[in-house]
């Protein structure tokens, strides 16, 4: 079985662009996040959805959107990008809503900005 | 409050020894705590997860030990391998709402031959 996949893996883009990283969750997986790891810390949750829906949304700028298709797959877009999103970021899947049973990541899109 | 606070920021073990990571939290409301391994390139994986109605947690070679009292929790790795040199995160969950894992700063381990 394929993991979670995401694409691109590497992603160079200039000032006030903007960008869409894609997402494909484990077959049968309902749920998937969003997080963004910046180099050196922790991961940071952006956004989570379940069933097609927003169901919870982290301390980010509106810059940031994402939405899930009926095939749970699911895109992060960021609009007018900064120097500082330059970043790892990283797509989590699982079964249920909720994070307390296993979560599976994929190897992240890493979006450098210049 | 949301806060998971985690040290050492990096620690240096030799082959056979015990590595021993510590995270604290300040909220109550936590009550699942996963430990999450990264190596570079790749995303973080699930080690091994506690939640606060038990002390410890053994899983071959990875134990978590939590303290509910003092709001503290550690991952020890026994018989430390070359092998096992990544990047460690410990994590958490709201109850009732554990829609997002809240993560610690990392830890990056490295296994000396």
């Known amino acids: 079985d394929a993991g979670v996949t995401q694409s691109p893996t590497h992603l160079i883009k200039t000032r006030g662009q903007q960008v869409t990283l894609r997402c494909s969750p484990i077959s049968g997986h309902k749920s998937v996040s969003w997080y963004q790891q910046v180099l050196g810390q922790g991961p940071q949750f952006i956004f989570q959805y379940y069933e097609k829906e927003e169901r919870g949304r982290g301390n980010f700028p509106d810059r940031f959107s994402a939405r899930q298709f009926p095939n749970y797959s699911s895109e992060l877009n960021v609009n007018a990008l900064l120097l500082g999103d330059s970043a790892l970021y990283l797509c989590?899947?699982?079964?249920?809503?909720?994070?307390?049973?296993?979560?599976?990541f994929g190897q992240g899109t890493r979006l450098t900005v210049v | 409050q949301q806060q998971v606070k985690q040290s050492p920021q990096s620690l240096i073990v030799q082959k056979g020894g015990i590595s021993i990571i510590n995270c604290a939290y300040e909220?109550?409301?936590?009550?699942?705590f996963p430990w999450y391994q990264q190596f570079p390139g790749k995303g973080p994986a699930l080690l091994i997860a506690?939640?606060?109605?038990?002390s410890e947690k053994k899983e071959g070679r990875f134990t978590i030990s939590f303290n509910k009292s003092a709001k503290q929790f550690s991952l020890h790795i026994m018989d430390s391998q070359p092998g096992d040199s990544a990047t460690y995160f410990c994590a958490a969950t709201l109850s009732g709402s554990a829609r997002q894992l809240t993560f610690g700063s990392g830890t990056q381990l490295t296994v000396l031959p």
């Open positions: 989590a899947s699982s079964i249920g809503q909720f994070m307390n049973t296993e979560a599976f």
């Open positions: 909220n109550t409301a936590f009550d699942y």
């Open positions: 506690i939640r606060p109605d038990v």
